[in-house]
């Protein structure tokens, strides 16, 4: 894990040194900077061309995955009843929650054909950073809940600093989100609230 991290990192850093290599770094303030950046060399327009398919593939790979995973969530939580049944219902042949797909597909294709992108992205980017919030509390909640826990592998610095940092950092990103998002934010999230304590709290196997 520490290993493909770093791996990573360097190959950000290695990608944006080039980056402003090649062009001033005024000019990668766009909506596609790599592609900036390649149109400036010789070979610039069947690579910026090559590129731009290739993040057209991966933005609909990690499209696709956002899905699939959508749906498992969703069947995990009509397992335990803070869903309808109907979410958790498996498809003869594959042995896959299909009608969840189903729903999730139709759902996300309606908001990505009429809502904006920038609106989008910025919905999807506030929920991120409250997930990856509660999940660094989470880990520093479980030090006192769940001490006795078996621990698979351990993180250096995993104990306190990386909750604590990765946690304040997210709320320093926090800041930049516009009011208008974190109204949807808040809207979306009392919808939430509102089937859990409708459905999901009376209908909870975790209540039995």
Request: charged share 10%.
């Amino acid at each position: 894990l520490i290993g493909s991290t770093i791996i990573s990192l360097v190959l950000y850093v290695g990608v944006c040194t080039v980056m402003v290599g090649l062009v001033p770094y005024a000019s990668l303030n766009s909506d596609s900077p790599l592609s900036e950046a390649i149109t400036a060399t010789p070979y610039g327009r069947w690579l910026s061309i090559l590129m731009n398919l290739g993040g057209i593939a991966g933005l609909t790979t990690v499209g696709m995955m956002s899905v699939l995973s959508q749906t498992r969530l969703f069947y995990a939580m009509a397992h335990d009843g803070l869903l309808p049944h109907i979410f958790a219902k498996l498809h003869r042949k594959t042995n896959t929650p299909w009608i969840s797909t189903l729903i999730c597909g139709i759902f996300c294709a309606l908001f990505s054909g009429f809502c904006p992108v920038d609106i989008l992205g910025e919905t999807t980017s506030i929920s991120a950073l409250i997930i990856y919030i509660f999940a660094h509390v989470s880990v520093l909640v479980m030090r006192f809940t769940h001490k006795d826990m078996p621990r698979g592998f351990k993180v250096p610095c995993g104990k306190w600093l990386i909750p604590t940092v990765g946690s304040l950092l997210c709320v320093l990103l926090l800041k930049g989100i516009s009011k208008a998002t974190a109204f949807r934010f808040l809207a979306w999230t009392l919808l939430g609230q509102i089937v859990y304590f409708s459905y999901g709290y009376w209908n909870s196997t975790r209540r039995e």
